[in-house]
Structures are given as C-alpha cells and as structure tokens.
C-alpha cells in the first residue's frame, strides 16, 4: 500500500528563515506526490506536486519541494518564511490501487512563523 | 472561477438522524472525491465519482454511509443512523479528470457534529 510519513508534528520557524517541512514516503512503483496546505477552519489548497521529471518542483506562495528517490523522501522547503505562512501542511501521495484516483494523506505538520 | 463548494459549512445533529451533505465541484471536472477528516487526521478517503458512477467506493466504513451524482456534477453524501464516532470535517474535492496527473481542489468542509 502507498503511505506517507510525516514525522513533525510541529515546525517552528521564526519569519525570514528558511523552512523545511519534512516528508517521506513509500509506493510499489512511480510515486506521484502532492503538498496541500490547510488554514484554520477551510478546505485543502493545493500547493505543488511531483509527478516525473525535474527534482526540483516549484508551486504557489514561493514554496518548492525537493524529491529524493534515493532517501524516498518530498521534503517541502521555502527559503524565506512568512507568519502568513503558519498553517497546517499535508504531504500526500496518489494510491494505484482500486482506480489510483485517490490521495493517502500524512497526518500533518503545524507550521508556526514567529516574528 | 469559483471553486469547490460544501453546504452546509457546519451540522449538528443527534445520534440516530439522517443527515445529507452536498458538494457542487468546480466547473466541467469530471471526477469527484469525498474524504472525511477526523480531529488531528490527515483526510481519509471515502468514495470517489467518474461522472455519475462511483468508481471506488472502498472508503465508505460501513453502509450507513451513501453517496450520489445523479447527473455528473453536485454530490449528495448521505449518512443513516449518525453515531457519535461520525462526527468529522467531511472534505469534497474534484479534478479536470482522472489521469495520474490531475490535481485534486478541495472545497471548505462540512463540519458534521453528532451529539
């Protein structure tokens, strides 16, 4: 089964700095990897995906994500973090089975940007 | 353009009651996703729609739970007999279509409470 680990509960950060938000994951086959980004009482929004191609993926609201096949990981980055950036974040990946239309989520990372 | 849509952002209902929820998913997308979100969960998914069949159900936890897309646009999650454990941020979302590379948009949630 595909999966996906978020092994932060909470990332704090304080705002100028760079951030990492941390992502690993496990797939029988290529892996298709998505970040979303929940802010307090509203839906998912999309942030970046990785599908094939450059490691290197770049996405909305200056946030990029790097994929290592070696290390399976899709470590969410941003060079300069905002407090407008603090929110919940969500790695997740594309399950093949049953149709592969479905999305596995991790359980999610807190990111706090501190003045 | 608009995005995904839930009604009603929040329900609070008694154990034992039927409760409908409704999604209308963004314009001209084909398929269809509901996920349920419990507290400090990633999202789970629960049933998605190819037009207007369910093409993977295998979510749904029990057959309390119901879904429809009658006509290939809004959906209509349905709950019999609510018990407490219901009690969730049910998620809506939809794609363009159903390839690897289609990106699923969420909508705001429904917040259903059972007392």
Known sequence: ?115 | GAGVSQTPSNKVTEKGKYVELRCDPISGHTALYWYRQSLGQGPEFLIYFQGTGAADDSGLPNDRFFAVRPEGSVSTLKIQRTERGDSAVYLCASSLGTGLTDTQYFGPGTRLTVL
């Open chain 1, 1 to 115: 089964a595909q999966s996906v680990a978020q092994p932060e509960d909470q990332v704090n950060v304080a705002e100028g700095n760079p951030l990492t938000v941390k992502c690993t994951y496990s797939v029988s086959g290529n892996p298709y990897l998505f970040w979303y980004v929940q802010y307090p009482n509203r839906g998912l929004q999309f942030l970046l995906k990785y599908i094939t191609g450059d490691n290197l993926v770049k996405g909305s609201y200056g946030f990029e994500a790097e994929f290592n096949k070696s290390q399976t990981s899709f470590h969410l980055k941003k060079p300069s973090a905002l407090v407008s950036d603090s929110a919940l974040y969500f790695c997740a990946v594309r399950d093949l089975t049953g149709g592969g239309n479905k999305l596995t989520f991790g359980t999610g990372t807190q990111l706090k940007v501190e003045l």
